[in-house]
């Protein structure tokens, strides 16, 4: 009988940490204001008055941290879910090689997903997210995270799913990028557009505005990485059907979109003045990728996996 119950207890307890869904009422006064207002930054992000000028490209919170059946940014249960992120923080991460907050967890996709600056943690919009990602863990055991900044769910998986990608992506060759360009005009640019710069609703994957400004993420960030990058869309896309695409199918995939143009990453470009910034929760303080640096990380030669002419 003490068995059952015990079973039955973690069962409930498992269900409830990876339900996929927000508490069902905000809390009550100025804290369930903060949750709202870090709500409509996350679907917003480059728009809201509070955060546009810390964005540099077309994309907001939930273009990758997904909504889920009731409409929130961070509720779908894909790789990148907000539930039970909070619980994790603070956390070491090997990046920084520091421990992180929450909020400076926030501030590293702004600078690289969204390839702009880090939001000032004392401002609202910084605390308001974060109260927001907190309120979607909200009644859940805490576990700080001794190696890595992300909710149990989410380690696991990426560390798995990358380790598996990248054993993939080191063997790739231009037949396998010829082969992902094929699959993302069948399954990919019916939303994301031919030459990926988005159309309406759906978000851009590289490439510039008319203005010269970059749509997507830069090549600081996870997605950009040709073994993250695959890990994430193999669960996540095509929208709606995550989880159907085969492991080489995903990794050829990423193969092609990642080798298109995006920003250079620069950790110096994501910074405010240090008057202004205050204190960066880092001990790395110089950081450069680009699409061939990102290649180049699992040996190979973004020009020949492209199939570059050589201009002499
Ligand atoms: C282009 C896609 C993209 C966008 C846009 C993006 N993120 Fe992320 N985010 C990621 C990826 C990928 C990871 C995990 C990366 C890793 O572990 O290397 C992540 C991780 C996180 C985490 C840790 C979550 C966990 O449990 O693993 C937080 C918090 C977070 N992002 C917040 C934000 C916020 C807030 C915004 C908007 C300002 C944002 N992100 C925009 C891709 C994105
Ligand atoms: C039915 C439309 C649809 C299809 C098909 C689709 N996507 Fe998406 N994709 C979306 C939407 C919508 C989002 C953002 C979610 C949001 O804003 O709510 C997204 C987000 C993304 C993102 C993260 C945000 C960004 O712009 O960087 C990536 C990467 C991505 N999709 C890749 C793919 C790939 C690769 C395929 C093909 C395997 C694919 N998608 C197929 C609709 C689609």
């Known amino acids: 009988m003490k068995v059952m119950k015990v079973t039955l207890l973690s069962a409930v307890a498992v269900g409830f940490l990876f339900g996929g869904s927000a508490p069902k009422a905000y809390p009550a006064g100025e804290v369930g204001r903060m949750v709202k207002l870090g709500e409509d ?45 909070a619980t994790s923080f603070p956390a070491y991460s090997k990046r920084e090689k520091t421990v992180q907050t929450l909020q400076d967890r926030i501030n590293n996709c702004f600078m690289r ?25 909200d009644g859940m055991p805490m576990h700080m995270d001794t190696k890595r900044p992300c909710s149990p769910k989410n ?10 990608f990248a054993g993939i ?19 990919c640019a019916s939303c994301h557009g031919k030459n990926g710069a988005g159309m309406g609703t759906f978000p851009p994957l590289w490439g510039k505005d008319a203005k010269g400004g970059w749509l997507a993420y830069n090549t600081g960030a996870g997605m950009s990485k ?36 995006r920003a250079d990453f620069d950790l110096k470009k994501g910074l405010f003045p240090a008057a202004k910034m205050g204190y960066y929760n880092s001990k790395v303080l110089k ?26």
């Open 169 to 187: 992506q080191k063997k790739a060759t231009h037949a396998n990028y010829v082969n992902g360009k094929k699959l993302f005009e069948a399954k």
């Open 113 to 137: 997903s969204m390839n702009g600056k880090r939001p000032i943690i004392d401002t609202e919009a910084s605390v308001a997210m974060a109260a927001y990602v907190t309120w979607l863990s």
């Open 226 to 261: 040709l073994n993250k990058g695959a890990a994430w869309v193999q669960s996540n896309m095509p929208l709606g059907q995550g989880g159907t695409l085969k492991d080489q199918e995903a990794a050829d995939i990423m193969l092609y979109v990642d080798a298109q143009p």
């Open 155 to 164: 380690s696991s998986r990426w560390a798995k799913n990358a380790k598996k």
């Open 41 to 85: 930054i996350m679907a917003h992000t480059n728009t809201h008055p509070l955060t546009k000028d810390m964005v540099g490209n077309h994309l907001a919170c939930k273009s990758c941290h997904l909504n889920g059946s009731d409409g929130k940014a961070g509720t779908a249960d894909g790789i990148g879910t907000f539930i039970g992120t």
């Open 287 to 312: 950081e450069h990728h680009s699409v061939r640096s990102n290649f180049k990380a699992f040996g190979l030669d973004v020009s020949k996996i492209r199939g570059d002419k050589v201009i002499k």
